[in-house]
C-alpha cells in the first residue's frame, strides 16, 4: 500500500476534470490528476455537435434567451442562479478555450462558427438560433486534447490507469481517496485537503446507450456508499437519435443543420408534437414523439425505429416551405458531419447524403448527480450545507443548471463553466485548510471487497446480471415509466444485487492488469445507479422533463417543484449484502431567483 499526499485530487480526466485541475494549479495548488482511462480517451472527447454559448456571431442572441430556453428546457426544475451563471460564464469560456488554442469551425468573417441546436431559441422561443459553437462534429474531442495539453504546459501531475474505489472521510470531511492502479494491482492512498470528482455518467446502465464501456457511475456510486447524498437521479435523458439498435449517437447538430425526423408515411411528424420548431424541440418531448410514433404503429416498416433524414433534397424542400433562404449541399453535409457520416457508413452501410438514417433513442445523460452549490462545492441537505473537502463538476455532478431535461451543447458548457469555478474554489480553499489526518487502515474495507469478487467462485457472470440490468432498465425505467413497471424493475435488480453479492464468479484470479476484477467493480456501481435511479423514479408522483410517468401524466408545480435526495442510511455497512432502502428527502426547494424580478422565468405550460 503506497501513501501519496496532495492538497488537491481531481478524480477524472475529462473536461470538467481537466479545467478544475487546470484551475487548481493555476491559483497555486498542488493538485493530482487520477484517471482510470488514459485522460485523452474521457468522454468528453466523443462530444459532437458544440459548445453553446450566446456569442450572435450569425444571429442576435443574448446569455438571457439562452438562460430562458435553459430553465424551459429544464422543465422548470434547474435551479435559476445555475442557469445565470451558466448561460453568463459561457461566453468567456469558450473564448478561453479558443485563446488556448481550440480549433473552432469559423465564418467567412473569421468568427467562431455557430448552428442550431434542440430548444435554443432568440426572443424567448420565438425561433430557433444558432448558439452551437462547433469544431465539425467533434467539439469534444477538440476541447479534450486543449485542455490536456494545457494542463501538460502547466505541469498538473496525472496518475493515469488508476481506479478510484473509495473515499476516505474524517470527522465529517472527505480527506482523500483509495485507488488501485490497473499496471500492478497495487492499493493506493490519496490524503488531500480537497478532493472533486469528474467522473462522468451512467449510460452503461441502460441496454441501447450513446455512453462508452466506461461510464459506469463509479464517482456516483462510491460517495453514495459513504454517506454523500445523490440528487435528482429520476431525471435521466434519453436522446432521441442513437444509431438503431446500437445506440451510438447521431448528434442533433444533425437536426441542426437541417435534418428532419420521418416515420413510415413519410411524415414529418414533429410537425404534430411541437409545432413552432418542430425537430428541434427539446429531446425529452422528441424522444416520447418517436416513441408515440412507434407505439401507433408508425415505425419504419413497423419496427421500433423511424427515420432521420439530411439529404440536401429533403433539407433543402423543407427549408424552401419555411421560407428560409439557406440552402445545404453534399459537400456542406462531408464538411460539417464528417464523423456522423462515417459512422453511418462503417455501421450501417447507410450514406446519409444520399438516404435516411434509421434512428431510435439512446441512453444519453445524467441530469442528477452530487448535489453542489454553483462554486463545485458538494453540500448535504436542503440548507446547502457544504460538505468539507468534497466537490463536484461535470456529469456526475448536479449543480443543476440542467432541471429535469438538459438541453443539447449545456453539458460541454457545464464542464467548462463549473469546472472552472471548482479549480477556483479548491485553489482558495487549500491556502487555509488543513490537512485532516487519514483513519487508520482507510483501505480496508474496499481491499476486502476486491478480494471478494477477485476470488469468487459462484455461477454466475458478470456480464449476465448486467445484461439483465440494463434490459429491465430499459423497458420499465426508460422514456415511459409506471408504478408497476418500475417495481417490477426494482425486483428484478435486487435480486440481481443478490447474485452479485453472493453468486458471482470471474476468470482473472490474478492481480496485475486485471481488467476482469474492475469490469466486475464496476458493475456493482450500475447495479447501486439502476437501483437508486428506479427508488428516485417510483417517488417522484408527477411528470416532468426527462421523468415521465403514465399514471402521474402532469408536472406537478404545486407539490413537486424540489430536488430529491437520496441518502444511505448511516446503519448500513458500506459494502452491504442485497436491498437497502435510502433516505428520500424531498425539502429541497428549487431555486427561483430569475423568476422573482422576471414573469418570464416563472414555471408554465411548456410548447415549442
Ligand atoms: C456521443 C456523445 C455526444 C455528446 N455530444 C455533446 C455535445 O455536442 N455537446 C454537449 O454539451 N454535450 C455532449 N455530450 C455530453 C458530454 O459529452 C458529457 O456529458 C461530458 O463530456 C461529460 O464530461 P465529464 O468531464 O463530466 O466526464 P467524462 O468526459 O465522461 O470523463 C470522466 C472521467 O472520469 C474518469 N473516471 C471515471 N470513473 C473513474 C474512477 N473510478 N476512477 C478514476 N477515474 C475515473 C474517466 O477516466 C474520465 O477521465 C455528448 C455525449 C455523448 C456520449
Partial sequence: MKTHQYEALIVGAGGAGLMAALYATKGGAKVAVLSKLYPTRSHTGTAQGGIGAALGNLEEDSPLWHAYDTVKGGDYLADQNAVKVLAEEAIDAVIELEHMGLPFDRTPEGKISQRRFGGHTSNFGKDPVRRACHAADRTGHMILQTLYQQCIKHNVTFFDEFHVIDIIKNNGAVVGVVAIELTTGELHTFHSKATLFATGGWGRVWSVTSNAHSLTGDGAAVVYRRGIPLQDLEFYQIHPTGIYKMGILITEGVRGEGGVLINRHGERFMEKYAPNIKDLASRDVVSRAIYLEIRAGNGIKGKDYVYLDVTPTTVNRYM??????????????????????????????????????????????????????????????????????????????????????????????????????????????????????????????????????????????????????????????????????????????????????????????????????????????????????????????????????????????????????????????????????????INKKVDMSLAETDERFKPKVRTY
Fill in 320 to 585: 424552401a416551405e419555411a421560407g428560409k433562404t439557406d440552402r445545404l449541399t453534399e459537400e456542406d453535409i462531408e464538411k460539417k458531419l464528417p464523423d456522423i457520416l462515417e459512422f453511418c457508413r462503417v455501421y450501417l452501410g447507410v450514406d446519409p447524403v444520399k438516404e435516411p438514417m434509421p434512428i431510435q433513442p439512446t441512453a444519453h445523460y445524467a441530469m442528477g448527480g452530487i448535489p453542489t452549490n454553483i462554486n463545485a462545492e458538494a453540500v448535504s441537505d436542503e440548507n446547502w450545507t457544504v460538505i468539507p473537502g468534497l466537490y463536484a463538476a461535470g456529469e456526475v455532478a448536479c449543480v443543476s443548471c440542467h432541471g429535469a431535461n438538459r438541453l443539447g451543447t449545456n453539458s460541454l458548457v457545464d464542464l467548462v463553466v463549473f469546472g472552472r469555478r471548482g479549480g477556483k474554489s479548491i485553489a482558495d480553499y487549500v491556502k487555509h485548510a488543513d490537512f485532516v489526518p487519514l483513519p487508520s487502515n482507510p483501505e480496508r474495507e474496499v481491499a476486502a471487497e476486491l478480494e471478494r469478487i477477485r476470488t469468487s467462485s459462484g455461477k454466475t457472470r458478470p456480464g449476465e446480471l448486467r445484461k439483465s440490468m440494463q434490459q429491465t432498465m430499459m423497458d420499465n425505467v426508460g422514456v415511459f415509466r409506471e408504478q408497476a413497471n418500475m417495481e417490477k424493475a426494482l425486483e428484478t435488480v435486487r435480486e440481481l444485487k443478490d447474485r452479485y453479492n453472493n453468486d458471482l464468479h470471474i476468470d482473472d484470479k490474478g492481480r496485475k492488469f486485471n481488467t476482469d476484477l474492475l469490469e466486475a467493480w464496476e458493475l456493482g456501481c450500475l447495479l447501486d445507479m439502476a437501483e437508486l435511479t428506479t427508488i428516485s423514479a417510483m417517488n417522484r408522483k408527477e411528470s416532468r422533463g426527462g421523468h415521465y410517468r403514465e399514471d402521474f401524466s402532469q408536472r406537478d408545480d404545486e407539490n413537486w417543484l424540489v430536488h430529491s435526495l437520496l441518502t444511505k442510511p448511516e446503519s448500513e455497512a458500506p459494502y452491504h449484502q442485497g436491498a437497502q432502502d435510502p433516505i428520500v428527502n
